[in-house]
């Protein structure tokens, strides 16, 4: 079946510091994927939508310019936290829907700011 | 907000003994899925649902939906500890694949 790996699965960084999670689908094309933010003991949020080869779209509240959402092509798409806080560590998921059956998530991340 | 609200918060059953799990959601969706999660893991697919199903069954899981009430239920059958989780309902409004996740249920099997 089809696969979304994401990497890295976990990350530990400075404060101030950039981190980049690449989200990849394998075997399909994806020309629009998912990121979501899960802190400890809540839900998923979506945090945006990537589109390849145009401006991702961020849902409400969520910091275009910290979050950074790169799609350059079908099967990448990166999540850049610049700036990274103690406040930004969480689990960061990627989703990529595969058209013809539905969406498939990848592993996660779990970055950690100290 | 358009989270779907998942009850119970959580729930604590004994090996053997069927959990159900529900999810109501705000507006019309295109499809629901249900999926599991251990502590802090990624996360695992149980089944996928469409608007024009009512019930769909995978092993000891059966998972129905009725879209006049908004809702769906995920009932897992004679559980196991490893069935010890939080699961999350996850609708789609848009037919796009862009998944609004529900608040979850933490699931606890006792041996």
């Known amino acids: 079946g089809a696969v979304v790996s994401q990497h890295p699965s976990r990350v530990i960084c400075k404060s101030g510091t950039s981190v980049k999670i690449e989200c990849r689908s394998l075997?399909?094309?994806?020309?629009?994927m998912f990121w979501y933010r899960q802190f400890p003991k809540q839900s998923l949020m979506l945090m945006a939508t990537?589109?390849?080869?145009?401006?991702?779209?961020?849902e409400q509240g969520v910091e275009k310019d910290k979050f950074l959402i790169n799609h350059a092509s079908l099967t990448l798409s990166t999540l850049t936290v610049t700036s990274a806080h103690p406040e930004d560590s969480s689990f960061y998921i990627c989703?990529?829907?595969?058209?013809?059956?539905?969406?498939?998530f990848g592993q996660g991340t779990r970055l950690t700011v100290v | 907000s358009q989270q779907g609200e998942e009850d119970p918060q959580a729930l604590s059953i004994q090996e053997g003994e069927n959990a159900t799990m529900n999810c109501s959601y705000k507006?019309?969706?295109?499809?629901l899925q249900w999926y599991r999660q251990n502590s802090g893991r990624g996360l695992v697919h149980l089944i996928l649902?469409?608007?024009?199903?009512r019930e769909k069954h995978s092993g000891r899981l059966r998972v129905t939906l009725d879209t006049s009430k908004k809702s769906s239920s995920l009932l897992i059958t004679a559980s196991r500890a490893a069935d010890t989780a939080s699961y999350f309902c996850?609708?789609?409004?848009?037919?796009?694949?862009?998944?609004?996740f529900g608040t979850g249920t933490r699931l606890k099997v006792l041996a």
């Open positions: 989703s990529a829907p595969d058209r013809n059956t539905e969406a498939f």
């Open positions: 075997d399909f094309q994806a020309t629009t």
């Open positions: 990537s589109n390849e080869g145009s401006k991702a779209t961020y």
């Open positions: 507006t019309s969706i295109n499809n």
């Open positions: 649902i469409r608007s024009n199903e």
């Open positions: 996850a609708t789609d409004y848009s037919g796009t694949y862009k998944y609004i």
